[in-house]
Nanobody
């Protein structure tokens, strides 16, 4: 089992930055595909970014490319999402997710473990 706990969300203004963290416990994150998803009110859960620590591949959805950076620290068993130049449309609950034995995918049902989410609100 893997437990995931997100932190770092908050209320910011457009153009500001935030860094989200996802602390994993229960097993090492190396060998897992780990991602960030987000869900805005009334919308489906959306893939944001993912990292495959086995191969080092990183993926972003087009709307965050150049603004968000996903990274991880194996020693701390923690995943990060650095979010710069935030926009009001980035407002959502952000979730950390992990999958065993597979590569990063944008399909949310493929993930075995989920955190509780952290709210990010960007005002205009």
């Amino acid at each position: 089992q893997v437990q995931l706990v997100e932190s770092g969300g908050g209320l910011v203004q457009a153009g500001d930055s935030l860094r989200l963290s996802c602390a994993a416990s229960g097993r090492t994150v190396s060998g897992l595909a780990m991602t960030w998803f987000r869900q805005a009110p009334g919308k489906e859960r959306e893939f944001v970014a993912g990292i495959d620590w086995r191969g080092g591949n990183i993926y972003y959805t087009d709307s965050v490319k150049g603004r968000f950076t996903i990274s991880g620290d194996n020693a701390k068993n923690t995943l990060y999402l650095q979010m710069n130049s935030l926009k009001p449309e980035d407002t959502a609950v952000y979730y950390c997710a992990a999958a065993r034995g597979r590569a990063v995918t944008s399909v949310s049902s493929a993930y075995d473990y989920w955190g509780q989410g952290t709210q990010v609100t960007v005002s205009s």
